[in-house]
Antibody, heavy 120, light 106 residues
Framework: QVQLVQSGAEVKKPGSSVKVSCKAS????????ASWVRQAPGQGLEWMGT????????DYAQKFQGRVTITTDESTSTAYMELNNVRFEDTAIYYC?????????????WGQGTLVTVSS | DIQMTQSPSTLSASVGDRVTITCRAS??????LAWYQQKPGKAPKVLIY???TLESGVPSRFSGSGSGTEFTLTISSLQPDDFATYYCQQYDTYWTFGQGTKVEIK
């Protein structure tokens, strides 16, 4: 069973960028896909985007288009999510998740979450 | 975008109760639906995929049904470990989550 380990908590100022990593051990993203989901304090789950390395494609939720970039480094089995021009309302826990199959499928493994706090 | 609506938002129940959570999609998603359980401070965990297929290792008291736009998650006999928040997710067109259903102790 793949384990996803995310980078540590971040504190960012409004207008800056944040980059969160997600390393897969015991598996890979290369024949699957990696998604990012966020959860604001006390709120529900919100899909941000998904990268499918085997297709060389990344899809993003319309809400985040132009502000988020998801990439993978297959040599280290690591996925990254970079969010630009962060705002106070971007304060949330950010999760990576593995998509069960390349293309569209459900999320079968999740990282532990990374808290990103936007504060002046 | 496909919208997912869960009901109820909160459910109070006792150990041993049969619990049902409903999820409605704004358009047909066939059976491309998953259910997740999330406990406070933890990442979500998949329970059911393709509307009714139990993920490996998930207790058989969990079951899912439905197709098209109407889906249900049923817990046949609520256990202490089941008090959590449950989310449905469509994966027919990209991904969308329902707003969640919190199952509380009555």
């Amino acid at each position: 069973q793949v384990q996803l380990v995310q980078s540590g908590a971040e504190v960012k100022k409004p207008g800056s960028s944040v980059k969160v990593s997600c390393k897969a051990s015991g598996g890979t993203f290369s024949i699957y896909a990696a998604s990012w989901v966020r959860q604001a304090p006390g709120q529900g789950l919100e899909w941000m985007g998904t990268i499918t390395p085997i297709f060389g494609t990344a899809d993003y939720a319309q809400k985040f288009q132009g502000r988020v970039t998801i990439t993978t480094d297959e040599s280290t089995s690591t996925a990254y999510m970079e969010l630009n021009n962060v705002r106070f309302e971007d304060t949330a826990i950010y999760y990576c998740a593995r998509v069960r199959a390349a293309g569209i499928s459900y999320f079968d493994s999740w990282g532990q979450g990374t808290l990103v706090t936007v504060s002046s | 975008d496909i919208q997912m609506t869960q009901s109820p938002s909160t459910l109070s129940a006792s150990v041993g109760d049969r619990v049902t959570i409903t999820c409605r999609a704004s358009q047909s998603i066939s059976t491309w639906l998953a259910w997740y359980q999330q406990k406070p401070g933890k990442a979500p965990k998949v329970l059911i995929y393709k509307a009714s297929t139990l993920e490996s290792g998930v207790p058989s008291r969990f079951s899912g049904s439905g197709s098209g736009t109407e889906f249900t998650l049923t817990i046949s006999s609520l256990q202490p470990d089941d008090f959590a928040t449950y989310y449905c997710q469509q994966y027919d067109t990209y991904w969308t989550f329902g707003q969640g259903t919190k199952v509380e102790i009555k």
